[in-house]
């Protein structure tokens, strides 16, 4: 039978899982009263992201993406950053939440999947905790014009920028104040720069989340104090879910303020930009 985006199998799957383990965070999303949205636009919004799943392939729970879209929609035209599209699913779902906030979407990935590596990780905890795994150079591997496609068709493209490239060079480059910056890019050494480049860029209030927290590296790092004071120069600060879940929430103190985003930018001329 098959079984890939698109087929009967993945549309049964879907419902499958909506009424068992996305209930909760679907009940959450639709009572929670931090968004403004109507019981309607929450209903219809639910079907939209849903029907992504069914056509795109995707790494994340529909959980992880209402708890993402819960934070997209409590700000004002905020700027969102994804660092980790895969083959785009999530980059169309958060799209389509950044079209409701009135906001800008951008989106990094190498879009040749997952760099040359030799890191070696450990599942934190679930059924898999402690089994070890590898991320093969490659893995998750999807074109720029395919990730296109799917925005394209399923999502908001016209708020919605790709930026081609290993983030250790690209997110340096980005030339704003981020408002939500969400990363799930399964290599530490990557997660490590997309932090190092994104938290002086993040707004006071704004928020960093990792989807990335099956990984016991990701907890390491965040929980390393000289991490945050040798790379970033400050304390420390909250995190959410530490040790404990998948979906990592790290705010950024009201009282901080945001770097001077530096001269050189990702403009629309550059040749690894797409719009
Ligand atoms: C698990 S996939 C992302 C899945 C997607 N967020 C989803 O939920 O469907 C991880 C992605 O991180 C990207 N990645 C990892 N390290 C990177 C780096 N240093 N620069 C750019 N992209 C990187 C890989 O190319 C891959 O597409």
Known sequence: MKRGPGSFYRRAKSIQLLVTRDRTDIVRFLRSKRIELSMRQRLALVRRLTRVTN????????????????????????????????????????????????????????????????????????????????????????????????????????????????????LPKLDAHVDVAILDLDLIASTRAAIRALWPKLVPGGVLLSIDGQLRATHELLADKSFWQDDLGCDPPEIRGLWRDKLLRIGKPDSASPETPPGSSCSASDSDCTK
């Open 55 to 170: 056509a795109v392939r995707g790494y994340h729970t529909l959980g992880e993406i209402l708890a993402i879209t819960t934070e997209i929609l409590e700000r004002e035209r905020p700027v969102v950053v994804e660092a980790g599209v895969g083959p785009g699913s999530s980059t169309v779902k958060l799209s389509i939440a950044t079209a409701l906030a009135g906001g800008r979407l951008f989106a990094f990935d190498t879009f040749r999947g997952i760099p040359d590596n030799d890191e070696v990780h450990t599942h934190l905890g679930g059924p898999l905790g402690g089994r070890q795994l590898v991320f093969r150079k490659g893995a998750f591997r999807a074109t720029l014009p395919r990730v296109q496609r799917a925005i394209d068709q399923w999502g908001e493209p016209g708020l919605t920028r790709l930026i081609k490239g290993h983030v250790e060079e690209t």
